[in-house]
Structures are given as structure tokens and as C-alpha cells.
């Protein structure tokens, strides 16, 4: 090969790796922030930021407090949960995921229990009502999350559950079931287990560690992976543990935080000490599988082309 061609085959390869480098440029920037709300105006609505979210009581309307920079789930010695509905997302592709990172502070007092931390992603069904404060117990379910004696279908989705101070924390996946019957009478959303069937194993024994006064990051990632299966993973701190599902629904349009009673806190009344946990950030994003625009594709395959016709 001459020194001229030489010199025009490293600028043809230069050219080729700058249109891919902008092809996962392209490809990358496609994802989408659908929720990160600080709480920083101090509200629990959407306010002025169209980032922030609409935050409600799940079973109780003492359940929720808000300050600067921070949204309190109030449990003390109640169970009790608050959620948000957000504009729903499809995972229509394989590939697309739906990332929900939260990072929250627990208060003084932890008690020992199993399960008793609960973050759920579901599908809304469109159902009217939800994007509201809601007042549910065991005596009491309500039909908005799905009830059979009303009867009225249980939301589709998952639930990520987490031991705190047992010493041997693991995290485990489970997921609705949308079928009611007499012995599943869920309408509490994640109030209770039943209704739900474990996914997978469970996670590894002493995965993390909850601690006083201390604040930690988790996640949920749900992912399509092909036709008929999600994949779920799910992060508290450096634990991971992911599972896969064949599930239900594509759509995921609501966010929802448990705690049980005795677990988070002395107090259930709201802006006491030591009532419960406090979020300062959640963040929902909507990770679609990279599709690269005709443009860019274009240019690359012609790029390609015109070496292999050089060769030639």
C-alpha cells in the first residue's frame, strides 16, 4: 500500500470511529428523567419543577410529612405507606428499562423485624383514584389496589422487600398476583405479603446492614428481556440481587414505600422526632434500548462500504 493510501485508510478508519463514537452518543442521550424530586420547595406536590412528583398516604393520612428537602414516611408503631403516580412508561422494547433510585435516612430507634422495608413499581391500569391520598388496613382494604369481595383486579407489578436489623438482611422480589380471590385479598397494596408470590430466590443473608441515623441509596431496575420476561434488579447500598419474571404488564406508572410498624422510629405523629425514615432524593428514569437515527446509521454502514470497495 502507498503512503497516500496508507494516510487515507487511517483517515477513513478516523472518520468511522467518530460516527460510531456519535452513533452511542446519539443512541445514549435517548433516555429520559421522569421523576427526581428533593423536595427542596418543600411541598409534596409537583410545584413548579415538572420533575417533582405528587406524593400521597397509602393507608393513612398521618402517614406523610414534608420539609425542605425532605419527605417523611411516618411509621413509629404503625405500618403505614405513601406513593406517587407518575406519567406511565412502556417497556415496549426488549432492552428498555425503568431505573428507580431513592436515597432516605432511618431515625434513631430500629427495631428487628423481617420484610418490613417495601418498595413496589405498578402498573396504574389507568384506575381512577389513585393519584390521591388513600386510607386502607387489613379491616379495611381498599379496591383501588385490588379486592375480591368488590371485585376489582389487583395492579400489576412488583415488590422488593428488605429484612432491617436482623442481622442477616437479604432482599427479595415478589409480584402481584392480578387474579383475586376469597384467599387473596390484597387491597393494601404493601401492607401485607398476601396477595403476592415470592420471585426467585431470595437474595444472599447479611447482604447489608441497617444502622441509626444513617442515610443509604437503593434501586430498582426492571428491564424487558423478551417477549414474555422482566428481568428485576434491585440495590441497597454495594447489595445486589436480581431475579427474572414473566410478567404481566409492560406499563409501570406508580411508585409505593412501606414500612412496618415497630421498625422506623418511636413515634407514628407526624413532625415528631424519631417517627419514621426520611427521603431526600427520588429519581424514576425511563432507559430506552439505544436505537441509533437513520442519519447516523447511514453514515457508518457508507463508511464501511467504502472500505470494503477499497479493498476490493
Known amino acids: 500500500m502507498s503512503k497516500a493510501n496508507d494516510v487515507r485508510g487511517h483517515g477513513l478508519r478516523f472518520g468511522l470511529a467518530i460516527g460510531l463514537t456519535s452513533l452511542a452518543l446519539t443512541a445514549s442521550a435517548q433516555a429520559a428523567i421522569v421523576v427526581n424530586d428533593s423536595w427542596v420547595d418543600a411541598g409534596r406536590n409537583n410545584g413548579t419543577d415538572p420533575l417533582d412528583s405528587n406524593w400521597w398516604t397509602s393507608s393513612s393520612s398521618a402517614g406523610i410529612e414534608v420539609s425542605a428537602g425532605s419527605l417523611g414516611l411516618v411509621t413509629g408503631t404503625s405500618g403505614r405507606g405513601i406513593h406517587t403516580v407518575f406519567p406511565t412508561q412502556t417497556l415496549a422494547n426488549v432492552g428498555d428499562k425503568l431505573v428507580v433510585t431513592y436515597?432516605?435516612?432511618?431515625?434513631?430507634?430500629?427495631?428487628?423485624?423481617?420484610?418490613?422495608?417495601?418498595?413496589?413499581?405498578?402498573?396504574?391500569?389507568?384506575?381512577?383514584?389513585?393519584?390521591?391520598?388513600?386510607?386502607?388496613?387489613?379491616?379495611?382494604?381498599?379496591?383501588?389496589?385490588?379486592?375480591?369481595?368488590?371485585?376489582?383486579?389487583?395492579?400489576?407489578?412488583?415488590?422488593?422487600?428488605?429484612?432491617?436489623?436482623?442481622?442477616?438482611?437479604?432482599?427479595?422480589?415478589?409480584?402481584?398476583?392480578?387474579?383475586?380471590?376469597?384467599?387473596?385479598?390484597?387491597?393494601?397494596?404493601?401492607?401485607?405479603?398476601?396477595?403476592?408470590?415470592?420471585?426467585?430466590?431470595?437474595?444472599?443473608?447479611?447482604?447489608?446492614?441497617?444502622?441509626?441515623?444513617?442515610?443509604?441509596?437503593?434501586?430498582?431496575?426492571?428491564?424487558?428481556?423478551?417477549?414474555?420476561?422482566?428481568?428485576?434488579?434491585?440495590?441497597?447500598?454495594?447489595?445486589?440481587?436480581?431475579?427474572?419474571?414473566?410478567?404481566?404488564?409492560?406499563?409501570?406508572?406508580?411508585?409505593?414505600?412501606?414500612?412496618?410498624?415497630?421498625?422506623?422510629?418511636?413515634?407514628?405523629?407526624?413532625?415528631?422526632a424519631d417517627n419514621g425514615i426520611d427521603f431526600s432524593n427520588v429519581t424514576i428514569e425511563f432507559v430506552p434500548v439505544p436505537e441509533p437515527t437513520g442519519a447516523m446509521l447511514a453514515l457508518v454502514l457508507a463508511g464501511f462500504a467504502l472500505r470494503r470497495g477499497r479493498r476490493t
Not at 384467599?183 to 401492607?191: A, C, I, K, Q, V
Open 103 to 272: 436515597t432516605f435516612t432511618t431515625p434513631t430507634t430500629l427495631t428487628t423485624a423481617s420484610g418490613a422495608f417495601k418498595v413496589g413499581i405498578f402498573d396504574t391500569l389507568a384506575r381512577a383514584g389513585l393519584d390521591a391520598d388513600i386510607t386502607s388496613s387489613s379491616g379495611s382494604p381498599s379496591p383501588l389496589y385490588g379486592y375480591f369481595a368488590t371485585p376489582t383486579a389487583a395492579l400489576p407489578g412488583y415488590m422488593m422487600d428488605m429484612d432491617v436489623a436482623t442481622g442477616a438482611e437479604d432482599l427479595v422480589f415478589r409480584q402481584h398476583d392480578t387474579a383475586q380471590t376469597a384467599t387473596t385479598p390484597t387491597g393494601r397494596l404493601l401492607g401485607t405479603t398476601t396477595g403476592f408470590s415470592a420471585v426467585g430466590a431470595t437474595g444472599p443473608d447479611g447482604a447489608y446492614t441497617f444502622a441509626a441515623n444513617t442515610t443509604y441509596t437503593g434501586s430498582i431496575t426492571i428491564e424487558r428481556l423478551n417477549a414474555t420476561e422482566m428481568g428485576l434488579t434491585g440495590t441497597l447500598g454495594a447489595a445486589s440481587h436480581s431475579v427474572t419474571d414473566t410478567f404481566d404488564s409492560a406499563d409501570f406508572g406508580m411508585l409505593a414505600f412501606w414500612a412496618n410498624s415497630n421498625t422506623f422510629g418511636s413515634s407514628a405523629t407526624a413532625n415528631t
